[in-house]
């Protein structure tokens, strides 16, 4: 395999990726964290340093539209549910074992 053939093989999947997170909008991003330790957040967080590693600014607004496929204020406002206190308490239990 090429470095070219890897690169589009992996934008494949990242493209994958936030369709199938798109088709998942009852999936909170809490969810996410407690599962997988990451969020959609954590996507645009990481789309902003690796652009900034080629030289390329984005801004952090931007990349989480480009992740949420909308304005982040717009997907809270349609999709976002309040945290249940099971998933509030599986988030901090993780993040005490991070500690």
Known sequence: MTPD???????????????????????????????A?????????????AAAEQGVEIDYDAAREKIYGMPYSEWKEKYQQEAT???LAAF???????A
Do not use: P, Y
Request: aromatic share 4%; hydrophobic share 40%.
């Open 85 to 87: 206190a099971e998933q």
């Open 5 to 35: 053939q890897q690169t589009a093989i992996e934008a494949a999947v990242l493209r994958r990726l936030l369709k199938h997170l798109d088709e998942r909008k009852d999936v909170q991003n809490i969810d996410l964290m407690n599962l």
């Open 92 to 98: 901090n239990a993780t993040q005490e074992n991070k």
């Open 37 to 49: 330790g990451f969020c959609r957040n954590c996507l645009a967080k990481w789309t902003v340093s």
